[in-house]
């Protein structure tokens, strides 16, 4: 069966710090990888998505990149964290060339940028 | 842009009524729908979906229409139990790429 890691589970981290989230597929190859934040409260804000190795796209302009360096592994970095980069931060797959195959989110990744 | 917009945004049912969730989306060419549940400090958890070509589905407790020509599908939740405590989130799948437009969510607080 197929599995989602995400890690840490919390991170508190300065202003101006940086950051590196991992995610990892287990169980699938060529899944779609996506990056979604979660701000308190709030619906789900897509970050980045991806549909293969080195392919990356973004939804939204920040302060935060995204790199995808092997199938089955995502990661979100920021080279300076700000204090509006706190939030609930979901990483979660799909298999390619599915249409409308369901999506998986991973536990997530707690942030607060102090 | 495309959106989907979710009503209520908090629902407080008492144990053992039913809870009704409903959703609208502008894409009128979106044809796949699915729900997730979200419980306190985890990600979502997709517990049904529908496709276009049928108008209602159900999975013991829960069970989700769609109107199409209105451009709104709802999520039922009947004999709710106070497991169902979770944040509800509708999405639609865009056509033109592939991508799901969610929900603000709502929060559904069963009593006991």
């Known amino acids: 069966s197929q599995t989602i890691h995400q890690w840490p589970a919390t991170l508190v981290q300065p202003v101006g710090s940086p950051l590196s989230l991992e995610c990892t597929v287990e169980g699938t190859s060529n899944p779609n990888l996506y990056w979604y934040r979660q701000a308190a409260g709030r619906g789900l804000q897509l970050l980045f998505y991806s549909v293969g190795i080195g392919q990356i796209s973004s939804e939204v302009p920040q302060n935060l990149s995204a790199s995808r360096p092997q199938d089955r592994q995502f990661i979100l970095s920021s080279k300076k964290l700000l204090l509006s980069d706190s939030g609930f931060y979901l990483c979660?797959?799909?298999?390619?060339?599915?249409?409308?195959?369901?999506?998986?989110f991973g536990n997530g990744t707690r942030l607060t940028v102090t | 842009g495309e959106n989907v917009e979710q009503h209520p945004s908090t629902l407080s049912v008492q144990e053992g009524d039913s809870a009704v969730i409903k959703c609208t989306y502008s894409?009128?060419?979106?044809?796949?729908f699915p729900w997730y549940k979200q419980e306190l400090g985890k990600g979502p958890q997709l517990i049904i979906d529908i496709r276009s070509n049928v108008g209602e589905k159900k999975d013991q407790r829960i069970a989700v229409t769609l109107n199409k020509t209105a451009k709104h599908f709802s999520l039922h939740i009947t004999e709710t139990q106070p497991e169902d405590s979770a944040v509800y989130f509708c999405?639609?799948?865009?056509?033109?790429?592939?991508?799901?437009?969610w929900g603000a969510g709502t929060k559904l607080i069963i009593k006991p």
């Open positions: 979660a797959w799909t298999l390619r060339r599915t249409y409308n195959s369901p999506l998986h």
């Open positions: 894409d009128s060419a979106s044809n796949y």
């Open positions: 999405a639609a799948l865009m056509d033109s790429n592939y991508q799901l437009i």
